[in-house]
């Protein structure tokens, strides 16, 4: 293998708004050469020739009310490589928080994530284009005191149907009930 090369540049702008708001644009670009990936055809490493990655990243952040945020961001890029499609990357992704803290004691997190199509790989498979799916977790915390809190989380709370690998579901539906002791 030789050594991977990268140039990137990105330019942002990032404004703040009274009432909390908070919003930002970055646009990017990045050129590797000789770009280092995992082969599934011969199973070892190998230099992929030039591969460009441009885009832009959005984000949104209102205070709706002293006890309520709402986050929103976006990636949006477009991967172009004269040596094949790259596996695992996906050209758009995005997603929304929102979170609730009706008391100090008390906060309440909802979060959806989507995640565009992406071209994955397996040895029994061979290339496969996965599709884009929308995964949404939920959190509910309370603090019981400065040293303990509890919370509940549901993860994949509409049970989404994806694979992180061709045959290799993802996580369903699932509750976690957990503590946190601080010392």
């Known amino acids: 293998l ?11 702008y990032d404004q703040r708004f009274a009432g ?24 070892t490493n190998i230099n992929r020739g030039r591969v460009d990655i441009n885009g832009v990243f959005l984000y949104l952040r209102l205070q709706l009310a002293p006890n309520l945020q709402l986050g929103a961001d976006a990636t949006l890029s477009d991967i172009s490589s004269d040596s094949g499609p790259l596996r695992r990357r996906p050209e758009n992704i995005g997603g929304f928080h929102l979170t609730w803290c ?31 799916y929308l995964i949404t977790d939920a959190t509910a915390r309370y603090q019981h005191s400065a040293t303990l809190a509890w919370w509940l ?21 699932r509750a976690r009930l957990g503590a946190e002791l601080r010392f």
């Open 2 to 12: 030789v050594p991977e090369k990268v140039t990137r540049y990105e330019e942002g």
């Open 20 to 43: 909390g708001t908070e919003a930002g644009i970055s646009l990017f670009a990045s050129e590797y050469e000789d770009l280092v990936d995992f082969d599934f055809e011969t199973f």
């Open 102 to 132: 009706p008391t100090a004691a008390w906060s309440f997190d909802l979060a959806a994530r989507y995640v565009g199509e992406r071209l994955t790989t397996s040895i029994p498979t061979g290339d496969v284009v996965d599709g884009a």
């Open 153 to 173: 989380a549901v993860d994949n709370a509409f049970d989404s149907n994806y694979q992180d690998a061709p045959g290799f579901p993802a996580q369903g539906l």
